[in-house]
């Protein structure tokens, strides 16, 4: 399995340069850095190349990962609000051809954070996410893209929130390119049993996000990692292993993932560099 870390780590915006981020990943010891869609989509291509390039470099793989804004619901009932975020997504899968990023994740087939003080029409909104991403897995196809369909708590979506919801989902899609993706910080939550969700996803896995139950690096709290770690083998998933660790307060980031306390024990950039590596060994040495 190959380990990542998203970058929002260090940041208070999803709108950044993600470009030193690449070697400092590597430095740090990873495999893989994840970015946001946020900004890609309208990042002008040189700037794409350059993000490739310093990659390739670097011998870092990219994945990126979005939670559509509200007015890109692809999930939407109104029909402007879904064509705008077929577009944008579109752009955005453009953009990752580019920059040689194959896969991504998020809640790419609804929007996020949902906004609870409107009306849920769970069932109306899944038949058109539906016809949506089969739009957008199709488009991705000559690519080479893979959509991973990001399963989070009850609190921030309403489509998919355990694995056996999302499963159902990839199977009715019917594309070989839209995948599952889990969280263990969702997963936390939302499953019964860790080794049971990633077991009955098997084969429909495409991404798996690690943190722990407050999104503090793996191995600084009570996630049972060797449970997960056993399951991910038991299935031969051989994929993508991404750490979204959020530590610090502040920002659009701070605030999206309601981060209202410090976790970072008041860490300063160096000490933020250190535990993170420190977890890159851990999960390295857990994941196998
Ligand atoms: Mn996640």
């Known amino acids: 399995m190959k380990i990542g870390t998203y970058f929002a780590y260090w940041e208070k915006e999803w709108d950044v340069d993600f470009f030193p981020y690449i070697s400092k ?15 890609l989509a309208d990042l002008p291509d040189d700037k794409v190349i350059a993000l490739r390039e310093e990659a390739k470099r670097c011998k870092i793989m990219l994945t990126a990962c979005i939670g559509l804004p509200k007015e890109y619901n692809v999930s939407s009932e109104d029909e402007e609000t879904r064509r705008n975020g077929i577009a944008y997504m579109k752009r955005l899968l453009d953009k990752m051809d580019l920059a040689d990023i194959r896969q991504i994740g998020g809640i ?7 906004d609870y003080s409107l009306p849920v029409n769970k069932e109306k909104a899944r038949a058109i ?6 739009e957008l897995a199709d488009y991705a196809k000559p690519y080479g893209i893979t959509l991973t369909l990001e ?8 489509l998919i929130n355990d694995a056996a919801e999302a499963t159902q989902y990839v199977k009715e899609i019917d594309r070989d390119n ?3 993706m889990l969280d263990s910080f969702h997963m936390n939550i939302e499953e019964d049993s860790f080794y049971d969700a990633i077991v009955n996803t098997g084969e429909y896995l495409g991404h798996f996000h690690i943190g722990e139950a407050n ?4 191995g ?4 049972p990692w060797e449970e997960i770690s056993k399951a991910l083998h038991d299935i031969h998933y051989d994929g993508t292993v991404v750490m979204e660790p959020f530590v610090c307060t502040g920002g659009t980031v701070g605030s999206d993932i ?9 860490a300063d950039l160096e000490k933020l560099d250190k535990d993170i590596a420190e977890s890159c060994r851990f999960c390295k040495k857990i994941f196998g």
């Open 220 to 223: 600084k709290g009570r996630i």
């Open 258 to 266: 309601k981060v209202w306390r410090d976790l970072s024990d008041h």
């Open 25 to 39: 990943a590597a430095g740090l010891g990873f495999d893989i850095l994840e970015i946001s869609g946020a900004g």
């Open 151 to 158: 399963t989070v708590n009850r609190f921030e979506q309403y």
């Open 178 to 180: 839209v995948k599952v």
């Open 215 to 218: 999104r503090k690096v793996p």
């Open 108 to 114: 790419i087939y609804a929007y996020w954070p949902a």
């Open 129 to 134: 996410s539906i016809e949506s991403v089969r």
